[in-house]
């Protein structure tokens, strides 16, 4: 048994999980929901306080350290390269990197999943991801002052499709999970273990932020 925390960083809360993590499952012993407080939606000192103080407890625990990303900070390109060794697949993910982003790929982390067998041309279908690294440095920025280190970063789409799988009876079949934290939506389309599909949204705009109750089931039902 080891312990574990993650952070999930969005746009108008933080949340941590506080956890023990048992083989294929995860304990958890303690979630936090920190609001960022108005006109700090970016990084900032402010912020990074907040995480802090909340994980002032878990200072020289050992516990690892899991940064989750949102969709809207990634970069998702669903690519088609020709079937090779699984050895030889990073850097034909890396060249084909080079002409779907829109920045450097020397100021990215490059990852990717191959999804499903080739198709009738032989060609693979693989799902590229891109985090900028100033996405990254955020996240190490706000544990710089907690003694934790950060283990990994992962997307919060992929995350959030285990923890379905874990809980509940999983379909042959394609499944939409609808993902809404303030005005973010996240669209995930998931099958087996494979996430297929995914993007984001706001809903400012969509909806009327002086209202004292909110129904997102329009503007849900519009995105969808």
């Known amino acids: 048994m080891s312990k574990l925390i993650v952070i999930d960083r969005g746009t108008q809360h933080v949340r941590i999980l506080e956890g ?97 067998p080739p198709d009738d041309e032989g060609q693979r279908r693989i799902i590229l991801a891109a985090l900028q690294q100033d996405v990254i440095d955020r996240v190490r920025h706000a544990l710089s002052s907690t003694q934790l280190e950060l283990s990994r970063i992962g997307l919060r789409p992929y995350a959030t499709w285990r923890a379905y799988r874990q809980v509940a009876v999983v379909p042959a079949g394609p499944v939409l999970v609808v993902s809404l934290a303030g005005e973010s939506l996240e669209l995930t389309v998931a099958q087996g273990e494979t996430v297929l599909f995914s993007r984001a949204t706001l809903l400012r705009g969509l909806v009327d932020s002086k209202a004292e109750t909110f129904d997102p089931a329009p503007a849900l039902l519009g995105e969808v």
Do not use: C, W, Y
């Open 20 to 116: 023990d993590a048992r083989g294929n499952r995860v304990v958890v012993r303690k979630l936090t929901t920190l609001a960022v407080p108005e006109g700090h939606e970016g990084e900032s000192e402010g912020v990074r306080s907040l995480i802090v103080q909340a994980l002032e407890g878990a200072a020289g625990s050992g516990a690892k350290v899991v940064g989750l990303i949102g969709r809207s900070q990634a970069v998702l390109r669903d690519v088609r390269l020709p079937d090779a060794p699984a050895d030889e697949m990073p850097a034909m993910v890396q060249m084909q990197a080079i002409r779907e982003l829109s920045f450097p790929v020397e100021q990215a982390a490059i990852d990717f999943e191959v999804v499903g």
